[in-house]
């Protein structure tokens, strides 16, 4: 099981980002999957999660500025990220949700004026 996350960068408050996530070794269609983050000096925490159904959830935190989504034909997820603050600052991954296994080496994310 692997998973390689890209999009990261240093954004200004309010800009946007959209990251992506390649996920190998299962079966893609068969799994929820979410986007979590660790911000510095805190544990990481979940962001959001897709499930099969494409059923979407959100932290309160990001609800109305970030999206979820999948393409089962790609092994990818996206994470749209709208609106962005300085605490959403973190590096962020992907996994199976609820996670499992390895992490990948994730991605920066940097809001900062």
């Known amino acids: 099981v692997q998973f390689v996350e890209s999009g990261g960068g240093l954004v200004q408050p309010g800009g946007s980002l959209r990251l992506s996530c390649a996920a190998s070794g299962f079966t893609f269609s068969n799994f929820a999957m979410g986007w979590y983050r660790q911000a510095p000096g805190k544990q990481r925490e979940w962001v959001a999660s897709i499930q099969t159904s494409s059923n979407t959830g959100y932290v309160d935190s990001v609800k109305g500025r970030f999206a979820i989504s999948r393409d ?42």
């Open 72 to 113: 089962t034909a790609k092994n990818t997820m996206y994470l749209q990220m709208n609106s962005l603050k300085p605490e959403d600052t973190a590096i962020y991954y992907c996994n199976i949700h609820p996670p499992w296994g390895n992490w990948g080496q994730g991605t920066q994310v940097s809001v900062s004026s």
